[in-house]
């Protein structure tokens, strides 16, 4: 058993050990740094590492792990190309890390310019710090730091993130974005304007530019010109307005004068049309000298817009013709009359006339009670091993002596003569 786990140890550590840096130059010279030799390269300077390739005009190698580079220095990796004017190499971490006034890299359609970079040609991870901004196609992002994953070709943003486009703003302390997807994605509270005067936030979500949907997933809310809303989880479509919400939804529309709520709802903005369901409500409210309020309440409810100034937007618009076609003209005695308070219809009996030609008065009906809850919610069902403040039992220091404690009531009569 030992001499298995000693083999196990002893193939850790070669698969551990570092490999050395190939080199090649147009002049080597040995120089004396210190008390130490090392060795001057000059023209053409070539180092190989991990399947990384660094290039400069001159440098100073220290060790088989150890060397600077200087003057136009080059750090390339499959697609990934890092410009600066000196680099440190340590072949021990795997990590060069470029000086510059200005470091540039390139990968791709995609340039993130910053003022210090670090790059692990092992794992094709950089890091940078100090400020930095990336540009692609018509994306712009800055951030204090963030790190950069070549193999996915993922941006991340850290510190006072501020993503830019043509059709959105994003704001956030941290945001991941990929370069392949167009797809941006936050983990922290996060704030978003779009081209359509729309204020988006949320603590968790994505967006995808390629298909400009929004996936909200914690505490979103979404504020246009006439309407907010706010539930856990919201799916945005921006370019028709459509919606997907669940969980603890809330809508409020000004232009409309209505609110909605419900955990599951659907909004189709070109339809002007909304489905909600799972405990939905909705109610509509009037101002002015005479507030009022509707209260609706259903196990699913569908909403829609209907125009009535239009003639395509009502389906009975050709039944209603045909009825006013139908019903006779009036009489010059009935004109002179009174106005009638209904008309014939199809199925009806004639309306009955008085000998001189008028209508009978309307039979008068109660009016029934309008219906007015006081919430908008279900109350809560009383627990079944709660008692009201009346029922509850009296407390035993407002109790008149002589009494019993609980204890005592408890003990049967036999045990009390034993002493028990």
Known sequence: MFAVLLLACIAGVRGQEVTTVDFRADVMSSIKIADSTALCL???VVFFHNGAVITCDSAIRYSDRMMDCYRNVVVNKDSTFIYGDKADYNGLLNEARIYSPLIKMVDKDATLYTYNFTFNTLTNIGRYYGGGTMSQKDNLMESDEGYYYADNRELIGVRNVEMQNPQYTISSDSVTYNMDTEIATFDTPSYIWNDQDEFLTARRG???????LYTFTDSSYIMT???????????YRQTGQDAVLRNNIQIADQEQKAMAFGDYGQYWGDKKQALLTRDPSVLSYEEGEQPDTVFMRSDSIFIYTLNRFRNDSVPTQKTADSLAAETPAPSPAADSAAVRPATNGPGRPPIPTLPDGQAPPPASAP??????????RKPRPTPRNGTSRAKRPTPWRNRSPPYRTPYRRAIPSERRKNGR
């Open 225 to 235: 010109k006439t309407q907010e809303l706010w539930a856990d989880t919201i799916v």
């Open 206 to 212: 994505s967006y995808n530019a390629k298909e400009d």
């Open 367 to 376: 009016l029934r009670p309008r219906f007015r809850p006081e919430t908008t």
């Open 42 to 44: 000059v023209g053409h």
